[in-house]
């Protein structure tokens, strides 16, 4: 059990039957009334957020959430692989639980994969990834004045908006939470 006075980010709970992940908290003490803790939670199982409120000592469960490095290997179908690197067992999550990490994953790249018990809730990316450009518009001279953007596709089919100076080819690095562009490699 933890109290809900110990919220941090990245704390997993369990409340109603779910798997939820602390993504905001603030604690709240009215002038009048009891003090209570406002939260933004994300189910772990189908990556819902919802907005929960709880009273200020109220106690919760602690999920237990064990992370297992493991590598992506490949997609067969909608079905993708990983791979453990410590026992090489092997695991595979469908497309739809990991829509959104897909954007991100590239062949051979190690990855955190979340396991509750024995089941498997998803994969946990790192901060930020470096992909390879493979389609954008030549920059041309004098645009950079504005200090604008443009579309560039990378390896992985995701479209992220870059500077006029970024070419095809060039390696970036990407911020996974968003989806942004940090800089090139």
Same mark, same amino acid.
């Given at each position: 059990m933890v109290s809900v006075n110990d919220f %941090?980010?990245?704390?997993? #709970?369990?409340?109603?039957?779910? #798997?939820? !992940?602390?993504?905001? +908290? !603030?604690?709240? /003490?009215?002038? /009048?009334?009891?003090? +209570?803790? %406002?939260s933004k939670l994300r189910n772990l199982r189908t990556g819902a957020v919802q907005e929960k409120t709880f009273r200020a000592g109220e106690k919760v469960n602690k999920a237990r959430i064990d992370n297992r490095k493991m590598q992506y290997l490949y997609a067969n179908g909608d079905q993708h692989v990983f791979m453990d690197t410590?026992? =090489?067992? !092997? #695991?595979?999550?469908?497309?739809? !639980? #990991?829509? =959104?990490?897909? /954007?991100?994953? /590239?062949?051979n790249m190690e990855v955190s994969i979340m396991m509750y018990e024995s089941e498997t809730l998803g994969v946990e990316l790192p901060n930020s990834v470096e992909l390879t450009v493979t389609e954008t518009e030549p920059g041309i001279k004098g645009d950079t004045a504005s200090g604008g953007t443009k579309p560039a596709t990378v390896e992985t089919g995701l479209v992220v908006q870059v500077p006029f100076f970024v070419n095809q080819g060039d390696v970036l690095v990407v911020n996974t939470s968003d989806g942004s562009y940090v800089s090139r490699a």
């Open positions: %941090r980010t990245g704390l997993t #709970i369990e409340v109603d039957g779910g #798997i939820w !992940q602390v993504m905001e +908290f !603030q604690h709240v /003490k009215p002038g /009048k009334g009891a003090a +209570f803790v %406002r410590n026992t =090489y067992d !092997q #695991i595979e999550l469908p497309e739809a !639980q #990991i829509e =959104y990490e897909l /954007k991100f994953l /590239k062949e």
